[in-house]
């Protein structure tokens, strides 16, 4: 059985392109920080002479949203303004996630890893009722090392 828990730094990009209600065409990348805390579990396969291990993992992750910046239109003036004035964002967030590390035994207490992981939130980023959701699902890869007793 194996357990842990982690921190990352997320940085959220999106594009937003439109037309506000007196035709004037906008673009804008908006950004969102988050801070990710999060505790895994997972069961260690290894295979018969030991080098390389498989590592399944499940994660339950808290997200603290930081700073956001970007413009969007706001659905009751059709006016373009910044979106932390539009969204009422839900700073805290809970996410499930699941991955497959595949490690590679260096020494005796040291790993190199290879992780391929899914994450989604379970609800929308924004608290009030917007015309529509904003949620974060996650795809990659991780690549580091591990320590182990």
Do not use: C, H
């Not at 035709?23 to 950004?31: K, L, M």
């Not at 373009?80 to 499930?96: A, G, I, K, P």
């Not at 929308?124 to 182990?148: A, C, M």
Request: avoid cysteine; proline fraction near 1%; hydrophobic fraction near 35%.
């Amino acid at each position: 059985m194996y357990t842990g828990i982690g921190i990352q730094y997320t940085l959220l990009r999106t594009g937003f392109k439109d037309t506000d209600s007196s035709g004037v065409n906008y673009q804008s990348i908006n950004t969102s920080q988050n801070i990710d805390f999060s505790g895994i579990v997972g069961y260690r396969l290894e295979t018969f002479k030991k080098r390389i291990s498989f590592l399944p993992i499940a994660a339950l992750v808290f997200s603290r949203q930081g700073k956001s910046s970007g413009q969007m239109i706001d659905r009751y003036t059709y006016k373009v303004e910044n979106v932390n004035n539009v969204l009422d964002y839900n700073l805290n967030q809970f996410s499930l996630g699941v991955g497959f590390k595949v490690l590679y035994k260096m020494t005796k207490a040291t790993y190199l890893y290879v992780e391929p992981f899914y994450r989604v939130n379970l609800r929308s980023i924004v608290n009030k009722d917007y015309f529509y959701t904003i949620q974060r699902n996650f795809f990659g890869i991780r690549v580091g090392l591990l320590f182990d007793k």
